[in-house]
């Protein structure tokens, strides 16, 4: 097949949840929304491939970065400068940094309640930048983008509706920070100064249960990823 017709998924999944629910699927494809849905869907049914039955030819090996405890779900990621990692634990909001050595240590932790910690990203200086979806949880930290300081202090950034699913993170030179929101298919634009607008709405940016059936995803979850 020529290149514009090649597909390439990988799985990726924590010891305690099953392909089905923790696997992303990748397209080079123009498709649309809906094809792309279904293309995740099929990756999620993908059984995971042994890295020692892959070819020498298959590319770079994947190596193992840091062990976390089966109940944990790893879901943001950034790495910075140095080298070091910072990772989201979703349901505890704790985010962890992994150094270059492979030493592991907590940088803070948010509170997401029933709901989670999502999309991390690093600011222009260099400070976590995360998004917390709280899920109306009473005593949670409050629903929107947070930034955690180099000593791990927290602080409110821009809080959105409690409707929302902030999502990816993808901040611009100009302190501005683009944001995937994967409820309202939307993508906010949130100033320097904290002020947060919708920046784009579509219908491509949907969810579509249809395309994507339980337990593949368990909701319409549309706009995921930014870059």
Not at 23 to 45: M, N
Not at 87 to 110: E, M, N
């Amino acid at each position: 097949a020529s290149d514009s017709t090649k597909r390439h998924a990988s799985c990726l999944r924590p010891p305690s949840f099953n392909s089905e629910e923790s696997c992303i699927g990748r397209t080079r494809l123009p498709l649309t929304a809906a094809h792309l849905s279904l293309l995740v869907c099929l990756a999620a049914l993908l059984p995971l491939v042994p890295l020692g039955a892959l070819p020498a030819s298959a590319g770079p090996v994947a190596e193992t970065a840091a062990q976390l405890p089966p109940t944990d779900l790893p879901e943001g990621l950034a790495v910075d400068s140095a080298g070091a990692t910072y990772v989201g634990i979703a349901p505890s909001g704790t985010v962890l940094r992994l150094a270059p050595d492979g030493s592991q240590s907590v940088v803070a932790t948010l509170r997401p309640g029933l709901g989670a910690l999502l999309g991390l990203a690093l600011d222009s200086q260099g400070a976590i930048l995360a998004a917390l979806a709280f899920q109306n949880t009473p005593g949670a930290d409050r629903h929107g983008i947070w930034r955690v300081g180099p000593a791990g202090a927290t602080a409110l950034v821009a809080p959105l509706p409690s409707t929302s699913m902030p999502n990816a993170l993808a901040p611009v030179p100009d302190g501005t920070l683009f944001v995937s929101d994967s409820m309202a298919a939307a993508i906010w634009r949130i100033a320097p100064g904290g002020e947060a607008q919708p920046w784009l709405r579509h219908e491509l940016l949907e969810g579509d249960l249809q395309a994507c059936p339980p337990p593949a995803l368990t909701g319409p979850t549309g706009a995921n990823g930014l870059v």
